[in-house]
């Protein structure tokens, strides 16, 4: 069933489990109960149909033939986590990332309800209580192939009762980092980060981008916006169709330039509502809707779930809502229309795709620095609509550096 197998287990987790004595018992608290959404939601939307360039034949063959993917991003309050599950020849795959809160069980519920009993793999981002909280129970209840971590130690008794259920399931482990490339299925999972761990625990945060087909997805854990310029800094293309943002909507992450590179057509965030750390913050908010990003959290839409098939994608909530930055007067989340004609006409501020410098053209939406790069390697252009040669620019991106009105030919 499982995948791949990692047969070792850090030497210093039993040395930890031996220094923590004196640590505070947690206090249970009543269980918070999720709703079941699989079949019954009130918002679907329809993207991104070409967004990629055209596969080779053999490329084509192989996302028809995909079964769907299925990911949830659990509504669990002020936590993370999130499912992923899909099969591949009659072979049944399932990821989860992160667990949730300590004091809850809503994660456990939730797997229940979709029929879980085995899981290929279990990663904790990093080992903050938000994220690791149900873990441990995740191993006893469920059978667990192995499970990922950052490396990073806590003195937290939630994190050594995670050890401990480690050791006691004989579960394999692994630490991955950044460039570490695995298959599992037809699914591709690339590490963006750590590149190495010094107990910082939110800033090496386990960071992935999950591949499937021609939809990617991007999950950043906790991590900060230091940390998601040196991975833009790495060998890996981040873009990606769907990011989830980091730490739960905090301004600690989120950084202009990652957001330029991911270049999402929709970003998701995991929140309790009405939380006392005011996530989403306003700052992050502004810039997804100023993005013309599509926006989803979980304190306004709760379970969030995404369907793919490899090509297309929907998204379906159980809630219907909108999300504002934390201030009077309310912003649209749909992208606008566009308003300009198909075909460009040059403007007094319109800037020569053949000239202009790299740091210009990443003024152009959809166009961070991987793009910017690789539009100047294709000089010269004969029209805007040859942009679409640049990986990543399909009609969607088109219609949106179109009605910028800033780039041209010529001009």
Not at 61 to 87: C, F, N, P, R, W
Not at 141 to 167: H, Y
Not at 181 to 197: A, M, T
Not at 233 to 248: K, P, R
Request: with cysteine; net charge negative; charged share 25%.
């Amino acid at each position: 069933m499982y995948p791949f197998k990692q047969t070792f287990f850090a030497i210093y987790f039993f040395a930890t489990l031996l220094i923590i004595g004196g640590c505070s018992q947690e206090e249970n608290q009543p269980n918070n109960n999720i709703e079941n959404i699989t079949k019954t939601t009130e918002e679907t939307e329809i993207n991104r149909d070409e967004d990629t360039p055209s596969p080779t034949e053999k490329q084509e063959k192989a996302i028809h033939s995909l079964s769907e993917l299925t990911v949830h991003y659990m509504d669990v309050g002020q936590a993370d986590s999130t499912l992923l599950q899909y099969t591949d020849k009659g072979e049944e795959y399932t990821i989860l990332i992160d667990a949730g809160n300590w004091n809850r069980d809503d994660v456990i519920h939730y797997l229940h309800s979709q029929n879980i009993s085995e899981i290929d793999i279990a990663i904790g981002t990093h080992p903050d209580a938000d994220h690791i909280g149900q873990l441990d129970k995740v191993i006893s209840t469920f059978s667990v192939g192995e499970v990922w971590m950052s490396g990073n130690t806590s003195t937290s008794q939630t994190f050594q009762r995670l050890l401990q259920a480690i050791d006691q399931n004989e579960v394999d482990y692994y630490e991955p980092r950044r460039g570490d490339e695995f298959k599992v299925g037809p699914l591709q999972i690339d590490i963006l980060y750590p590149i190495s761990v010094s107990e910082n625990d939110n800033e090496e945060s386990i960071s992935l981008k999950l591949t499937y087909g021609e939809v990617s997805f991007v999950f950043t854990g906790d991590a900060s916006r230091n940390d998601e310029l040196r991975m833009i800094n790495g060998s890996i293309d981040v873009d990606a169709a769907i990011l989830h943002l980091g730490h739960h909507g905090s301004n600690t992450s989120t950084h202009p330039a990652f957001l330029k590179e991911v270049s999402p057509d929709i970003a998701i965030y995991s929140a309790g509502k009405d939380n006392s750390y005011g996530h989403p913050h306003k700052e992050v908010v502004d810039l997804i809707l100023g993005s013309n990003i599509r926006l989803y959290g979980t304190d306004v839409h709760g379970t969030i779930i995404v369907k793919t098939d490899g090509k297309n994608y929907e998204v379906l909530t159980k809630k219907d809502g909108k999300i504002t930055p934390p201030t009077s007067g309310r912003v649209p989340l749909s992208k606008p229309e566009p308003t300009k004609k198909d075909k460009q006409e040059p403007g007094d501020k319109c800037m020569n795709i053949n000239t202009a410098s790299f740091e210009q053209l990443q003024e152009i939406i959809h166009l961070g620095p991987a793009r910017a790069k690789e539009l100047i390697n294709l000089r010269p252009f004969t029209s805007i609509d040859e942009l679409s040669r640049i990986k990543g620019i399909g009609p969607s991106r088109m219609e949106d550096i179109k009605a910028q009105n800033l780039a041209c030919v010529g001009g």
